[in-house]
């Protein structure tokens, strides 16, 4: 419900709207709560040959609801949105999973694959008329230089079936004549893609990986025309040469600016971002866990990359108990029974866990079972099996640098992303076009800025010299300045925490400043503010304990003491 409702897909740029039989706009949480026990959900994808001809979208689909409920003889619980995204307006349908009686709805395969095609194939040359032949003719021609997909390749195959495509006999008849002038129009394509060859005059074999190929070349198109919009939406013109797709974590971080946000598809949870990076390149960022970028907006500032992945402490285990290579479960249990630190006390699951690392890297050929109290582990066990993961590991580590644009960090109170780059010392990253280019030029205003406001001195000979201590000056200007402002709307007064202080209280609430996100705390005398952790997260509404430690805190957290961040 989410990814068809998103951003950007209306025939305006807006949100999709929801809307169902008898409402143009549909309660979706209602239609949600209304299917929560249904068995299972249908959904459906309608994408009429010739939808941007469609006068009324909403309409039509409409109709064709009306005629699926006559085949079906009962009423369907369904809403729909309208996407005018890609280059073929279509149409999102979701059905609950109960017909009007409240039992399962069943739907018969065949009708699922071809009926509701034939529906809707009618009503559209309902609406527009037949296709002529010179609109057919028209249409396929079109498809034969198309890096996709095509319903001329989807020919050329059932055709083939098998064994190789045989077009040494010509029909006689005009229509048969033109269509196999198309088919070896379309083959010299695929030749010159690698994906047919021609064995003998008029035999072809078709290659193994032709329509999965023209699948993800179609995807790779649709991906660039939705970067491409997200870039208009904000103004900016970019290259398509400088566009990258990232079917898995970067091995270099991309840095840069967040320009689009969205669900990958229907059937997952996780996110896509477009990223305006500052080596002048525009990013296709998918797989992302939407459970670390909730706050992530458009134009906040993002570093992705893989994520980290260290040694386990399940492997650093079996490798100390490892004998002369030969991992001896049994030998482990006495072990930890011995140490009795196993959490709960539950030794035989302890060991589970082992055997069950043990079985994963055994399937990667990294470790070889004996028998079950017996695996013999490698030489180099430990860098093969972190190699493992990081092979595996295909989700995407993004660190949020700063939740401001850059036109807001120009002229911030408080630390921001480009006060750290004025300040550091690091490599010459930015790229002089694209987004690299306005991070430079935004970098001039803020340090124009910082001399105005006496934080920053320029020499004549152009050298600068900065405040010392700028970032934690400007952090500290920030939080004593928003906690006088929020004290004015407290009962208590507000006290700016000093370093190596006890703070104790209430995690109250969060605040997000342009130095970054703090927790408010507050006690039975006062409040203050502290730089937030995810670790404290849970901790909302509840007493907790910490030591301001050099701009972070060290949480004492329950049985988690001296926790430091």
């Known amino acids: 419900m989410r990814y068809i409702q998103r951003d950007g897909t209306s025939r305006d740029g807006e949100r999709g709207r929801l809307y169902s039989a008898t409402q143009d706009h549909a309660d979706g949480a209602d239609f949600l709560d209304r299917g929560k026990d249904d068995r299972h959900q249908f959904r459906v994808i309608v994408s009429p040959e010739d939808g941007a001809e469609l006068g009324d979208l909403t309409g039509f689909t409409r109709d064709l609801m009306s005629k699926l409920e006559a085949d079906l003889g009962t009423k369907l619980d369904w809403v729909a949105v309208n996407h005018f995204n890609t280059g073929h307006p279509h149409v999102h349908v979701i059905i609950n999973g109960r017909d009007e009686l409240g039992e399962d709805l069943v739907i018969n395969g065949d009708y699922m694959a071809h009926g509701i095609r ?20 028209r249409k396929l021609t079109a498809e034969i230089d198309q890096d996709r997909f095509t319903r001329i390749d989807r020919a050329l195959i059932a055709e083939a079936g098998e064994g190789p495509l045989d077009l040494r006999h010509a029909p006689a008849d005009p229509r048969g004549i033109a269509d196999h002038a198309l088919r070896l129009a379309r083959l010299g394509k695929l030749k010159r893609m690698g994906l ?29 025309k939705t970067m491409q919009r997200a870039l208009q939406a904000e103004g900016v013109e970019r290259d398509p040469a400088s566009f990258q797709i990232h079917d898995i974590a970067p091995a270099t971080p991309i840095l840069g600016r967040v320009i689009d946000k969205h669900l990958s598809d229907e059937l997952g949870e996780n996110l896509t971002l477009i990223i305006d990076g500052i080596d002048g390149r525009t990013h296709h960022v998918a797989g992302v866990d939407p459970a670390g970028v909730e706050n992530i907006g458009i134009g906040s500032i993002v570093e992705a990359g893989s994520a980290e992945v260290g040694r386990r402490p399940a492997d650093r285990a079996i490798s100390d108990m490892a004998e002369n290579g030969v991992y001896r479960p049994s030998r482990h249990l ?45 030489d180099d066990f430990a860098s093969r099996a972190a190699a493992y993961d990081l092979g595996r590991n295909r989700q995407l580590n993004i ?34 076009a694209g987004f690299g280019q306005e991070v430079q030029q935004a970098m001039d205003r803020r340090r124009e800025h910082l ?39 407290r009962a208590l007064p507000f ?71």
Not at 453 to 465: I, K, N, V
Request: glycine letters at 10%; zero cysteines; charged letters at 30%.
């Open 451 to 489: 001399i105005g406001q006496g934080d920053a001195t320029r020499y004549p000979d152009g050298r600068m010299l900065y405040r010392r201590n700028l970032v934690a000056t400007l952090e500290q200007r920030e939080v004593i300045s928003t906690g006088s402002a929020l004290a004015a709307s």
């Open 495 to 565: 006290r700016a925490a000093a370093d190596g202080e006890t703070v104790q209280g209430v995690f109250k609430q969060t605040v997000q400043l342009s130095s970054g996100k703090f927790a408010l705390v507050e006690n039975a005398h006062e409040f203050t503010l502290v730089p937030w952790r995810p670790v404290i997260d849970n901790q909302l509404g509840r007493e907790v304990m910490g030591v301001v430690q050099g701009g972070s805190v060290s949480w004492q957290l329950g049985r988690k003491r001296g926790l430091g961040l």
């Open 334 to 378: 006495e072990q930890a029974r011995f140490d009795g630190r196993v959490p709960s006390g539950d030794y035989d699951g302890f060991i589970d866990a082992h055997v069950r690392r043990l079985e994963a890297l055994r399937r990667a050929g990294i470790v070889e079972r004996i028998d079950a109290d017996h695996w013999r582990l490698p």
């Open 118 to 137: 034939e529906r809707a194939s009618e009503l559209v040359t309902l609406e527009l008329g037949p296709v002529t032949e010179l609109e057919q003719r």
């Open 196 to 224: 047919a060859t021609e064995q003998a005059p008029g035999r072809w074999e078709l290659s193994e990986r032709l329509e999965p190929t023209l699948r993800e070349l179609g995807e790779r198109g649709d991906i660039i």
């Open 399 to 432: 660190r949020v640098l700063s939740n401001f644009d850059l036109e807001s960090q120009i002229g911030a109170e408080g630390a921001t992303w480009l006060d750290r780059r004025l300040v550091s010392r690091g490599p010459a990253d930015l790229v002089a």
